[in-house]
């Protein structure tokens, strides 16, 4: 089982479960770690801002996150479903740093912000792998 953990950061943990390759992870997902006056921390925006540079893309804090959001996705779990979207914690990793926010899927053909969800960039938090033990309960034979 892996976990991903936002550090060090206060708040509540909330568990939650997501499927990857047939196997079950578990996600707690922790308080804000963003100061009212910013959009993401500064270790975070020095990360993507280096690595969007590299590219020669925009390093303003809208294409940080469109990096962000855009960038290949290793792990999501369902957060909290709702009548037009689920909301979900996702995981990308850029540059070897592992990255989670929480966004939204649907499931017909419009987007989340067709139906009203918009992004909060304060969900924007540093990640690591942990692994943790969960029981889970099969069928029998």
């Not at 962000?68 to 740093?97: A, K, L, Y």
């Not at 939204?104 to 924007?124: E, L, N, Q």
């Amino acid at each position: 089982m892996i976990g991903i953990i936002c550090p060090n950061i206060p708040g509540h943990n909330v568990a939650i479960t997501g499927k990857r390759s047939a196997v079950r992870w578990i996600a707690w997902l922790c308080g804000s770690i963003i100061l009212n006056e910013m959009i993401m921390n500064a270790k975070i925006r020095d990360h993507v801002a280096k690595y969007n540079a590299a590219k020669g893309w925009d390093t303003t804090d809208e294409s940080i996150i469109e990096t962000i959001m855009e960038s290949h996705e290793v792990w999501r779990g369902d957060e909290s479903p709702h009548r037009w979207w689920t909301t979900c914690f996702m995981v990308t990793e850029i540059d070897g740093m592992l990255i989670g926010y929480v966004g939204a899927i649907t499931t017909g053909d419009d987007s989340p912000s067709d139906k009203g969800w918009s992004f909060d960039p304060d969900s924007i938090c540093e990640v690591e792998a942990k692994e943790v033990k969960a029981i889970v309960y099969v069928r029998k034979a």
